[in-house]
């Protein structure tokens, strides 16, 4: 069936960073510490995980503007070939979503960017001043990142088998909705490694979007290259 829709996670995927969280967590010297593992394995929820990272850097600065949080993203790069890829995509009438646990004030700044049809992420709450809150808003949680891919699905009337989900982690899978595609792209970590073999999903190594042409449409290649 045709391909119409490519859902890109986006950290790792489009952008040469594993977590748009753990760079506030460099911004402010702290880090998550053992939440990370019982957040990976399912143990914590989203809530109380971006309740602990805030309450981490709060501890270095009680009083965190949203500016400073933006300026923590100055210097973030797109990975190799990804506004190549997206540009490509969509060149084909192909629909390009962003479905990413990360935080908006980046994942918007870069589906703006990419220029892509339609991007969802977490973020945080602010005071009228617009300074940090203790909460942060869960619109995907790491874990059900399908229900997004669904709700795609639902307004634009596609099929599953005519998706396909990008991600670098193994939590990414549950993008994979019944019927859909899944390719597992840089995978950074052992525990995605295994993920991605264990559901026998295609496997990119490396950070070139290019590179995942081939698995998009098979026996292509990327159009540059003809």
Same mark, same amino acid.
């Not at 859909?180 to 190594?205: H, L, Q, T, Y």
């Given at each position: 069936?045709?391909?119409?829709?490519?859902?890109?996670?986006?950290?790792?995927?489009?952008? #040469?960073?594993? $977590? $748009?969280?753990?760079?506030?967590?460099?911004?402010?010297?702290?880090?998550?510490?053992?939440?990370?593992?019982?957040? /990976?394995?399912?143990?914590? $929820?989203?809530? @109380?995980?971006?309740? #602990?990272?805030?309450?981490?850097?709060?501890?270095?600065?009680?009083?965190?503007?949203?500016? @400073?949080?933006?300026?923590?993203?100055?210097?973030?790069?797109?990975?190799?070939?990804?506004?190549? &890829?997206?540009?490509? /995509? +969509?060149?084909?009438?192909? @629909?390009?979503?962003?479905?990413?646990?990360?935080?908006? %004030? &980046?994942?918007? *700044?870069?589906?703006?960017?990419?220029?892509?049809? #339609?991007?969802? *992420?977490?973020?945080?709450?602010?005071?009228? #001043?617009?300074? %940090?809150?203790?909460?942060?808003?869960?619109?995907?949680?790491?874990?059900?990142?399908?229900?997004?891919?669904?709700?795609?699905?639902?307004?634009?009337?596609?099929?599953?088998?005519?998706?396909? *989900?990008?991600?670098?982690?193994?939590?990414? %899978? *549950?993008?994979?909705?019944?019927?859909?595609?899944?390719?597992?792209?840089?995978? $950074? +970590?052992?525990?995605?490694?295994?993920?991605?073999?264990?559901?026998?999903?295609?496997?990119?190594?490396?950070?070139?979007?290019?590179?995942?042409?081939?698995? %998009?449409?098979?026996? @292509?290649?990327?159009?540059?290259?003809?």
């Amino acid at each position: 069936m045709e391909l119409r829709a490519v859902v890109f996670d986006c950290d790792g995927v489009l952008i #040469d960073t594993i $977590s $748009s969280w753990r760079i506030i967590h460099e911004h402010f010297g702290t880090n998550s510490g053992p939440m990370l593992d019982q957040f /990976l394995k399912g143990g914590i $929820s989203d809530e @109380e995980f971006m309740a #602990d990272d805030i309450q981490h850097w709060k501890g270095v600065n009680p009083a965190i503007h949203r500016d @400073e949080l933006m300026r923590c993203y100055q210097g973030v790069t797109l990975n190799s070939g990804a506004r190549d &890829l997206v540009d490509a /995509l +969509k060149e084909r009438g192909v @629909e390009v979503a962003i479905v990413s646990a990360g935080v908006d %004030l &980046l994942i918007g *700044s870069i589906a703006q960017m990419l220029k892509v049809d #339609d991007w969802v *992420s977490n973020g945080f709450q602010y005071d009228e #001043d617009g300074f %940090l809150q203790d909460e942060g808003v869960v619109r995907v949680p790491a874990h059900y990142k399908g229900d997004m891919v669904e709700k795609l699905c639902r307004i634009n009337g596609f099929e599953p088998q005519e998706i396909c *989900s990008v991600g670098d982690n193994h939590t990414d %899978l *549950s993008m994979m909705i019944p019927g859909s595609r899944f390719i597992g792209f840089n995978p $950074s +970590k052992e525990m995605a490694f295994e993920g991605f073999r264990d559901a026998g999903v295609p496997i990119v190594e490396g950070n070139d979007c290019r590179d995942l042409w081939p698995h %998009l449409f098979p026996g @292509e290649t990327f159009p540059s290259e003809l």
